[in-house]
C-alpha cells in the first residue's frame, strides 16, 4: 500500500513568511510524529500525535511552530514568521501503535532565504 | 539528559570486510534502542530493534547495558550496504525517538 506522504517536496520561502507542511500517514495508523533533520545531524523530535490530540509536543522549538490533526489523519505543521535558522528537512512518520514500528515520509525540505 | 552518540561520521571499508558502527547512550532508566538506515535517494526505515533480537540484512547489534552501548555489526560488508546509519533511543511510551548524529557507511570494491 501507500507509504506515508508529505508535500510539498520542497518550499523555499522568505525570512517572515508563514508556511504550511503537510503530511498523509499510512491510512489507520494512529500515531503520527513530526522530527526536524537539519544539515549534519539525525532527526529531532518535534511533536507526537495520538489520533487527532497532540499528547508531546515538547519538542516544538517556540511558538511560531504548531500542528493539527484535525481528523486523526492528515497532519499539517505550521510555521509563522520563519527564519533562516528553520530551514531543514521536516519529517513525518506514522505507525499503527506508539510502540510499534514509525514509517516515514520522504521529507520536506524547507528553505528560508 | 537523554543522548545518543555515534563517534564516526563516516566508515570506509572495503567489500567482504568487517564493519562495526558504534552507538552509545545515556539513559538511567530501561531504554529500547533502534537502527535506521537510509539508502540514497531513500526514506529513513527501521533496520532492526534490540528487543527482537534478529539479524536483518546480515547486520546484528547487541545491547550492552553495563557500557551504555548498542553497537551495529555486519561480518562481511557488501556494496549496497553504503547507506547513512542513524542509531535511535526511545524512553517512553509515547514512542518518540532520539536520533544520533549517523555514520555514513561506504562500502568499496
Known amino acids: 500500500g501507500a507509504g506515508v506522504s508529505q508535500t510539498p517536496s520542497n518550499k523555499v520561502t522568505e525570512k517572515g513568511k508563514y508556511v504550511e507542511l503537510r503530511c498523509d500517514p499510512i491510512?489507520?495508523?494512529?500515531?503520527l510524529y513530526w522530527y526536524r533533520q537539519s544539515l549534519g545531524q539525525g532527526p529531532e523530535f518535534l511533536i507526537y500525535?495520538?489520533?487527532?490530540?497532540?499528547?508531546?509536543d515538547s519538542g516544538l522549538p517556540n511558538d511560531r511552530f504548531f500542528a493539527v490533526r484535525p481528523e486523526g489523519s492528515v497532519s499539517t505543521l505550521k510555521i509563522q514568521r520563519t527564519e533562516r535558522g528553520d530551514s531543514a528537512v521536516y519529517l513525518c512518520?506514522?505507525?499503527?501503535?506508539?510502540?510499534?514500528?514509525?514509517?516515514f515520509g520522504p521529507g520536506t525540505r524547507l528553505t528560508v532565504t | 539528559a537523554q543522548r545518543v552518540t555515534q563517534p564516526e561520521k563516516l566508515l570506509s571499508v572495503f567489500k567482504g570486510a568487517p564493519v562495526e558502527l558504534k552507538c552509545n547512550y545515556s539513559?538511567?532508566?530501561?531504554?529500547?534502542l533502534f537502527w535506521y538506515v537510509q539508502y540514497s535517494r531513500q526514506r529513513l526505515q527501521l533496520l532492526l530493534r534490540?528487543?527482537s533480537r534478529e539479524s536483518i540484512k546480515g547486520f546484528t547489534a547487541d545491547l550492552n547495558k553495563g557500557e551504555t552501548s548498542f553497537h551495529l555489526k555486519k561480518p562481511f560488508a557488501q556494496e549496497e550496504d553504503s547507506a547513512m546509519y542513524y542509531c535511535?533511543?526511545?524512553?517512553?511510551?509515547?514512542?518518540?525517538?532520539?536520533f544520533g548524529a549517523g555514520t555514513q557507511v561506504v562500502v568499496t570494491p
Open positions: 539513559y538511567s532508566g530501561s531504554p529500547e
Open positions: 491510512s489507520g495508523h494512529t500515531a
Open positions: 500525535f495520538q489520533g487527532t490530540g497532540a499528547a508531546d
Open positions: 535511535a533511543l526511545r524512553t517512553d511510551s509515547w514512542g518518540k525517538l532520539q
Open positions: 534490540h528487543i
Open positions: 512518520a506514522s505507525s499503527l501503535r506508539p510502540d510499534y514500528e514509525q514509517y
